[in-house]
Each structure stands twice: as structure tokens, then as C-alpha cells.
T-cell receptor, first 115, second 114 residues
């Protein structure tokens, strides 16, 4: 059974710091991995999607890496801003016959960036 | 392009009452998902539809939860009777088709059971 774990559960940093959020998964047979952002009272916004054949994806100040064999992904946020404060979730989709589209989520990391 | 719509946004009920949530997916999206997100946890899939057929409902508590997507477009999720542990955000998502395409999420319905 695939399990997704995110560490740390919460993180507080001063504005301007570079930071790394971690995601690990127990079954390396994944189709892709996705990072989402969730603001309080809102739905999920997709940040980056990494296919299983890719090593990383970048969007602006965000960079996500994937090491499928070790079951790990990191989300790197450069020069953090107060507007980055939110909960960040990673999710995996299984590959092959188990790929029904279902996403399996970690519990999230709640980030607070202080001005 | 309009996103996934959900209503109501908030609902407060007493335990043992019933409640229904509504979702309208992005136009043309064949696949629709309902996720349950308990406070402090990641979303968990409850049920997945492909058009009006059920693909996966393995984690749906069928003794109290039901869902339908009669015409392959809108969907309703019902809880009857509600329990305290059903307090959560219920997220609806849709994708163009199963297995390949990215999912887009609605704003969710926050349910509080007292």
C-alpha cells in the first residue's frame, strides 16, 4: 500500500530564506508526483507536476525534484515571501494498471513566512 | 474557462442529520473525484466517476455515504446519518479523462458536525 509522508509538518521562516520541503513515498512504482498549494479555506492549486521519467521541474522560484528509486521528492522555494505562506501537499499517482487517476496525498507541510 | 464549482461552501449540521454536497466539473471533463480532507491530513479519495460510472469507491463508507453522477456531468455526495468524525472539507476534482490528465480542484465544502 502506497504511503506518502511529508516532513516537517510545520515550518516558520523569515522572509527571504531559501527552504526545502520534503516528501517521501513507500512504493516507487509511480506515474507522476505533484505538488499542490492550499490556502486556508480554499481548494488545491497545482504548482508542479513531475512525470516518473523526469528528475525535476521548475516554475519561477519553485523547483521540485524527484528521485523515484529512493522514493523522495523535494520542493525548493527560493527567496521566500510572506505570500508563500500556505500548506503544501505532495501527491503521487500510481503507474500501470493501478493508474486510475487516484492521487495519494501526504499530510502536508504548513509554511509560515514572517515579514 | 470556468473551474470546478462546489456548493455549499460551508455547512453546519447536528449529528445524525443528513447533508448533500454538489459539484459541477469543468466542461468536457469525463472524470470526477470526491476527496475527504480531515483537518491536519491530506485529502483521501472517496469515490471516482468516469462519466456516470463508478471507477473506485473502495474508501467510501457505504453505510452512510452515497454519491451519484446521473447524467455524467454534475455530481452529488450525500451523508446520512452524519457522525462527528465526518467533519472535514469535501473536495471535488475533475480531469479530462482517467489516468493521464491533470486533476483540477474545486474550492471545497467545509462540513462541521456538532
Amino acid at each position: 500500500k502506497q504511503e506518502v509522508t511529508q516532513i516537517p509538518a510545520a515550518l516558520s521562516v523569515p522572509e527571504g530564506e531559501n527552504l526545502v520541503l520534503n516528501c517521501s513515498f513507500t512504493d516507487s512504482a509511480i506515474y507522476n508526483l505533484q505538488w499542490f498549494r492550499q490556502d486556508p479555506g480554499k481548494g488545491l492549486t497545482s504548482l508542479l507536476l513531475i512525470q516518473s521519467s523526469q528528475r525535476e521541474q521548475t516554475s519561477g522560484r519553485l523547483n521540485a525534484s524527484l528521485d523515484k528509486s529512493s522514493g523522495r521528492s523535494t520542493l525548493y522555494i527560493a527567496a521566500s515571501q510572506p505570500g508563500d505562506s500556505a500548506t503544501y501537499l505532495c501527491a503521487v499517482r500510481l503507474e500501470g494498471r493501478r493508474n486510475t487517476g487516484k492521487l495519494i496525498f501526504g499530510q502536508g507541510t504548513t509554511l509560515q513566512v514572517k515579514p | 474557462e470556468a473551474g470546478v464549482a462546489q456548493s455549499p461552501r460551508y455547512k453546519i449540521i447536528e449529528k445524525r442529520q443528513s447533508v448533500a454536497f454538489w459539484c459541477n466539473p469543468i466542461s468536457g471533463h469525463a472524470t470526477l473525484y470526491w476527496y475527504q480532507q480531515i483537518l491536519g491530513q491530506g485529502p483521501k479519495l472517496l469515490i471516482q466517476f468516469q462519466n456516470n460510472g463508478v471507477v473506485d469507491d473502495s474508501q467510501l463508507p457505504k453505510d452512510r455515504f452515497s454519491a451519484e453522477r446521473l447524467k455524467g456531468v454534475d455530481s452529488t455526495l450525500k451523508i446520512q446519518p452524519a457522525k462527528l468524525e465526518d467533519s472535514a472539507v469535501y473536495l471535488c476534482a475533475s480531469s479530462y479523462r482517467t489516468g493521464v490528465n491533470e486533476q483540477f480542484f474545486g474550492p471545497g465544502t467545509r462540513l462541521t458536525v456538532l
